[in-house]
């Protein structure tokens, strides 16, 4: 299977405008429809298609932009928040995991028709650079499967990613590969993009997250440590009071798309 094919599995192309950067929606008559495959849409795993109209993700005032009657399955529990949050915590790196799905769209031709690539949650991964093996700033932005946890995509916000709000429930940026490369974010709630921009914009607003030297701010050395030395094994105890919060096996290939389209296929 073929990279791109894997990849659409996850919904149709929209030729839908994206939202005007100076209001929050598009008056557009245009009512064409995302039909995405109901195992890779907003983590269902029920037979069935769902659909909805492309307006829908950026019209004005608009508090929701999926249907009430499905509302409950995207966003995101305690629980799920907190099992993203120990699949990628780290030694110095803070984490923000968004309360709904979204999902990840990639502007294309002059007009940046979007075409629908992802769908999972953003999670800001911020970097302080205190860790030995990060010792830069930086801000992440990361689009995680839910249930599995495993990263879908992800890209390192830099001084030209021009992270935007575009509506109340859709955000822009570009691409640290390619700054022409335009790519959307549009969220299941838009208090969960309101939460997500907050937290973005204030990582941000630090020049030294973005990887913008500031004239006559020197960087503190940091003082080595002299680390206690280790006990010998003799003395160290078994793991106690320890829960798996995820479990990923072989036999949930059929659950999960990152399985089928990064996992190597075993043959039999």
């Not at 691409?175 to 969220?187: A, P, R, V």
């Not at 020049?207 to 006990?231: C, D, F, T, W, Y």
Request: glycine share 8%; charged share 20%; hydrophobic share 30%.
């Amino acid at each position: 299977m073929s990279y791109m094919n894997t990849r659409r599995r996850l919904g149709s192309m929209s030729e839908s405008a994206p939202p005007s950067e100076s209001s929050e929606g598009t008056n557009s008559s245009e009512n064409n429809e995302i039909i995405m495959n109901s195992e890779w849409s907003h983590g269902s795993q029920s037979g069935g298609v769902v659909s909805a109209g492309v307006n829908s993700l950026y019209s004005e005032g608009d508090t929701d932009t999926i249907s009430t009657d499905t509302a409950s399955n995207n966003i995101l529990s305690d629980y799920e928040r907190g099992q993203v949050e120990s699949f990628f915590g780290g030694l110095g790196t803070e984490i923000f995991v968004s309360s709904a799905l979204a999902n990840l769209y990639e502007g294309s031709g002059k007009d940046n028709d979007w075409h629908l690539i992802f769908t999972g949650i953003p999670v800001i991964l911020y970097d302080k650079g205190s860790a030995r093996a990060r010792s830069i700033p930086r801000v992440t932005l990361v689009l995680a499967e839910r249930g599995s946890c495993f990263a879908l995509w992800s890209d390192r916000i830099d001084n030209l990613s021009n992270y935007r709000v575009a509506g109340p429930s859709f955000h822009t940026m570009c691409l640290s590969s390619n700054h022409q490369q335009m790519i959307g974010f549009s969220f299941d709630s838009s208090e969960a993009a309101r939460e997500l921009w907050q937290h973005m914009e204030r990582l941000i607003s630090d020049p030294e997250n973005i990887g913008v030297s500031m004239p006559g701010r020197k960087k503190q050395k940091q003082k080595r440590i002299k680390h206690a030395p280790l006990p010998p094994k003799a003395q160290i105890s078994n793991p106690c009071q320890f829960h798996h919060v995820t479990s990923v096996t072989k036999d949930d290939t059929d659950r999960y798309y990152s399985m089928q389209a990064f996992a190597p296929m075993t043959q039999h």
